[in-house]
Structures are given as C-alpha cells and as structure tokens.
C-alpha cells in the first residue's frame, strides 16, 4: 500500500468533476459532454433523468440539443436513443427484434412475462382511471378482479399501490409505474391515446362503466384471458 493510500480514509469523496470544462474550446467541451452524456445512459440499466445527466455537464449546457447530436450520430446504427419513463435510454432498433430473438432463442429474447387479455384490459383500465381501487376495477368488469391478477401486475412492476381512496374502509388505489411507462415505450402518461377524444365520441367513460354500462367484451374475459358466459 502506497503512503498515500495509507494516509486516505475510507469515506474520502473523490475528486470532483469538472464539469465547465473552461479550458476546452467550445467544440471539444460539447463533444465531451456529449461523450460524458452518452457513457452514462449507456451503463445506466434503467432510464436516465435530466437530473442525473445535469451532473456531468456544465450548468449552461443544453441537454435537450446534446441529445438531439447524439441521436443524429445514432442515426445508422441499429440501436437509439429514446425518452421513455421520464428520462433517455439506449434501445435496439425494433426492426432489430427478429434477429435479437434469432440469436437468444425465446427464453433470452422474451422479457417480461406476456399478459393475458384480462389483465391487460385492468392495466389499460388503471393508466387511464389512476389512481383506482379494485372494487372500482371490478365494476368496470362486472365482476370482482381477482387479489390474484392485481398480483401479477404488481409482480411486474407495472402497477403500484396509490394513495387511499377517500370512500368508507379508505381502500388502496393502483396506479402505474416508470416501468409501465418503460415496458410501453412512453415518456409520460401524456402519451397515452387521447382518453377525452374517447369520452367525447362515446367510447370510453368513467362514469358509464361506474354505473354498469362496461366495455363490450370485459364482462365475457375469465380471469385467465379466455371468454367464458358472465354466471348472473
């Protein structure tokens, strides 16, 4: 052990980044910080937000138009940069996912666990109504949605408990996740089809499926994903 070494002590913080970089020329400090951008997303197993990137970078440094040059450098490559779940992250190309799933086999090529027709139909339901609680899922459905499927959900990461419910017993709501955001490609919530314009053509309301009137279809999916009659 070098005396140096010796002389450190455990907790030292290491020696801050400079960040400005003043002594560079304005083209070669963007291209570092550019570098310095890319590297993190790049070891970063989840989605990278602003906050942690301003870290890196100078304080007048414009991470929106850093992003932009890096995605124009990607531009032939078969991977991207994409804003997802609040922050940017490195995907493979989806015209790529043949291949990938050629190469891995369907083990490695598969990731989360494919949802069944009904609990993806009580996911759309929690995006759209969160936060939510089971009893108010149920209604929607006709039927009581089972511990068990919310379970999957939850095991997933897709769904989340929310705040209480203001009704008697204060019920846990559900809501989404960053990782639902992730799984599906969107940045925020916003992103979803338009819920309003479904409102406005009749299509979809919360009050109506309160009241009874539910989805055509809802009520015929058994908690497994197949159609089976509604017992009255």
């Avoid at 929310?162 to 809501?175: E, F, I, K, L, M």
Wanted: net charge negative; with cysteine.
């Amino acid at each position: 052990m070098s005396e140096a070494s010796a002389r450190r002590k455990p907790n030292d913080q290491p020696a801050l980044l400079d960040t400005e970089l003043d002594h560079l020329p304005p083209e070669l400090r963007w291209r570092e910080w550019m570098s310095r951008v890319e590297a993190v997303i790049f070891a970063a197993s989840e989605p990278v937000t602003r906050s942690v990137l301003a870290r890196v970078v100078g304080r007048n440094c414009n991470i929106e138009l850093i992003i932009d040059d890096i995605r124009a450098e990607l531009a032939g490559r078969p991977y991207e940069l994409v804003s997802v779940a609040g922050g940017w992250q490195h995907r493979t190309k989806k015209v790529f996912g043949d291949a990938i799933h050629a190469a891995f086999g369907t083990a490695a090529g598969e990731g989360a666990k494919e949802l069944s027709q009904a609990e993806a139909l009580v996911l759309m339901c929690i995006a759209y109504f969160q936060p939510i609680t089971r009893g108010e899922l149920s209604s929607f459905f006709g039927k009581e949605v089972s511990r068990d499927l919310i379970g999957v959900l939850r095991a997933q990461e897709l769904i989340a408990s929310g705040p209480r419910s203001p009704q008697p017993g204060a019920p846990y709501t559900y809501v989404t996740t960053k990782n639902f955001l992730s799984q599906f490609g969107l940045d925020t919530l916003r992103q979803l089809p338009d819920f309003e314009a479904l409102e406005d053509a009749g299509l979809l309301s919360k009050e109506k499926l309160l009241a009874g009137n539910i989805i055509p279809g809802f009520a015929d999916i058994d908690d497994d994903g197949a159609s089976a009659a509604l017992d009255e």
